[in-house]
């Protein structure tokens, strides 16, 4: 069974950065799309950022310029860089892996931005 572990959440202020990171217990990482999701209370969870196994990107328009995804497939781990938070980032955030018929979810790690 596939493991996501997602790190890196917490309380920060406005305009401050934040770089979550999700491990994973898969050994051929390299494959799969990796995607980072995000729900805030009373919402649907929403994509934040995704990259494919051969480092294509896209995110959502509510983060472009401002989050970056990436990967590093030697350690089996995707982050995501968040800079210039805003209140509206506050969520939970949930890492994904999709591909090969998986589509696996971690257990998500809290971000809340306010002064």
């Known amino acids: 069974q596939v493991q996501l572990v997602e790190s890196g959440g917490g309380l920060v202020q406005p305009g401050t950065s934040l770089r979550l990171s999700c491990a994973a217990s898969?050994?051929?990482?390299?494959?799969?799309?990796m995607g980072w999701y995000r729900q805030a209370p009373g919402k649907q969870r929403e994509l934040v950022a995704r990259i494919s196994s051969g480092g294509s990107t896209n995110y959502a328009d509510s983060v472009k310029g401002r989050f970056t995804i990436s990967r590093d497939n030697a350690k089996n781990t995707v982050y995501l860089q968040m800079n210039s938070l805003k209140p509206e980032d506050t969520a939970v955030y949930y890492c994904?892996?999709?591909?090969?018929?998986?589509?696996?979810w971690g257990q998500g790690t809290q971000v809340t931005v306010s002064s």
């Open positions: 898969e050994s051929i990482f390299s494959i799969y799309v």
């Open positions: 994904n892996m999709w591909g090969r018929g998986k589509d696996m």
